[in-house]
Structure formats: structure tokens, C-alpha cells
């Protein structure tokens, strides 16, 4: 419990950027309806058709281009698109590269150094926790015994700060341990003075690196931004389909291949004769529509 009373509670956030509910049962949908596609024929054979596989006839095919539309027309905050919110990543990324470029060794040295010395300070304050649970028997004797007053103010703060704590009060339990602190005669800055004194003061962080560091956080931010809206962007654009997300994911993807083989596609891709009528007669609104 001495630890805790001594040690600061430090909160690291791990932002991560996750494929929306029910991805990973799409993309395993979309795998066994390309193995319904494959196989020894060739590559003028029409595919077989099931409940993800749907054929792209005129009518299909146009409901998908207006879900298509629907779904690009969907905006994240300020009005930005998809594409924008790529594009900001994009440069955000690229000026965090350009501010570590050629800094090499100074990003090294700075951060060899602050482990170093952080190192240091960890070892210098446990070996003095440590020193204080030996002699805590003494502390509390002159404190009055565990039955004098103070020991006992003492416990009832310790409960009432682990009742914070439990609660997520950080703020009021680090009150509770402050006070604690103070009726053990323990000064908590005076023993990061000592640590200073002993390990020496870690360097402050160079300004071109932590205008790296919120670089690269705003790209994050971004990216994290773009794939948010894009599966808003992918439901809204199904529902406008009339379509499941995995029909409306497969129908993306044929066309996709379509498009990439410039209506000329090869195995496993198989399209029927009323397909690539209809895909070729509008292949030019769907280059369009940014399909790959």
C-alpha cells in the first residue's frame, strides 16, 4: 500500500483503429463467393449466382451506382470527405517525416538519455520505498503505535482513498494519499529532488520532435476519421442499393475487377453476357466513381 501511496497513477491511451462490427464475417462471406467463382472453366462462363453473388443486370447495376453516389456523398466533420480526411493523413504524416529527417542521431541521443535518467529516478525512488517498509515498524512506533490516533486517521484515509479510487476519483484519491503523505512525514517532491540530484534532470524534449509527435497524432486522427466515415459511408450506401452490406461489398468488387480488366476479366472473375452488356454500357459513370 506504501507503493501506492508514493507512486503516481499515469493513464496511457492506446487509440486503435479497428474494422467496423461484422468486417471479418464479410470478408468471409466475400472468400466463399470467390470460390464460387473459381474453377476449372473458362473464363466466359457465368458465374453461379447465390444470396451474396447477385447479377449485376441494367437495374441492379444502377441501384448499385446511386448507392455508389450516396455513399461518396456522406461528410465527417467540416463538411471533409473520405478523400480529404485521406489527404490530411497524408500530409500529416508527410510532415512528420519531414521534421525527423536527418535527425537521426539526435532523436536517438535524446531518448537514450531520458530513459537513462527516468531509469535512474525509478531505481533511486523504489530502493527508497523499500528502505521505508523496513522501517515502517519505527515510523508508526513514533507515530503512536497502530492503535494511536494517527495510525488510525491514517487507515481511515487509506479506505477512503481506495473507495475513490474505485470509483475512477483520481483526482480526489491523490487528495486522500496527499494527506496520507503528510501525516507519515513523507514529501514526495522532496524525494524527486533527491532523484534529480542523483541522476540528473531528464533533457526537455526538443521542439521539432513534438511537433512530429502531433503530427503524427493528427494523421492518426485523420486516418482513424476516414475509415470511420467510409463504413458509414459503405452502410448508407447498401441501404440505398437495396442491398445486404456483403451483396452490396461483392458488387464492388466484381465491378472493381471489371474495371481493372478493362471488361476483358480472366478467372476467377466470371460475369454473365447481361452483365457485361450492362456493365459496358455504363462504364463511364462508374470510372467515375473511384471503384477499385
Do not use: H
Not at 89 to 106: K, M, N, T, Y
Not at 172 to 191: E, H, V, W
Not at 271 to 282: G, H, K, N, Q
Amino acid at each position: 500500500m506504501m507503493g501506492m501511496l508514493r507512486s503516481a497513477v499515469t493513464a496511457v491511451v492506446v487509440t486503435f483503429l479497428t474494422a467496423a462490427p461484422g468486417a471479418a464475417q464479410i470478408s468471409g462471406l466475400l472468400k466463399k463467393a470467390r470460390a464460387t467463382l473459381a474453377g476449372p472453366t473458362t473464363a466466359t462462363a457465368a458465374p453461379t449466382f447465390d444470396a451474396i453473388v447477385l447479377e449485376l443486370d441494367p437495374t441492379r447495376l444502377d441501384a448499385v451506382i446511386t448507392g455508389r453516389k450516396v455513399g461518396l456523398a456522406q461528410t465527417g466533420p467540416g463538411g471533409a470527405s473520405v478523400a480529404d480526411l485521406q489527404q490530411q493523413a497524408s500530409a500529416a504524416f508527410a510532415r512528420r517525416d519531414s521534421l525527423l529527417e536527418g535527425r537521426d542521431v539526435q532523436l536517438t541521443t535524446y531518448q537514450e538519455t531520458s530513459a537513462r535518467i527516468a531509469n535512474c529516478n525509478r531505481f533511486f525512488l523504489d530502493s527508497l520505498e523499500a528502505q521505508r517498509q523496513q522501517d515502517m515498524p519505527q515510523r508508526i512506533a513514533r507515530l503512536g503505535g497502530y492503535q494511536g490516533q494517527t495510525s488510525r486517521e491514517i487507515q481511515a484515509l487509506a479506505m477512503q482513498m481506495a473507495t475513490k479510487a474505485a470509483a475512477g476519483d483520481t483526482a480526489g484519491a491523490f487528495q486522500l494519499r496527499d494527506q496520507i503523505n503528510a501525516k507519515m512525514g513523507i514529501d514526495p517532491k522532496a524525494d524527486s529532488a533527491k532523484a534529480r540530484a542523483a541522476c540528473g534532470t531528464e533533457p526537455a524534449q526538443p521542439a521539432w520532435l513534438a511537433q512530429a509527435e502531433a503530427a503524427l497524432d493528427q494523421g492518426n486522427q485523420a486516418l482513424a476519421a476516414a475509415r470511420t466515415l467510409e463504413q458509414q459511408g459503405q452502410a448508407a450506401a447498401a441501404k440505398a442499393a437495396g442491398l445486404t452490406g456483403p451483396q452490396y461489398a461483392m458488387a464492388l468488387e466484381r465491378i472493381a475487377a471489371w474495371l481493372a480488366a478493362k471488361g476483358q476479366p480472366r478467372l476467377p472473375w466470371k460475369f454473365s453476357a447481361t452483365e457485361s452488356a450492362a456493365l459496358t454500357a455504363r462504364r463511364g459513370d462508374l470510372a467515375t466513381l473511384g471503384i477499385e
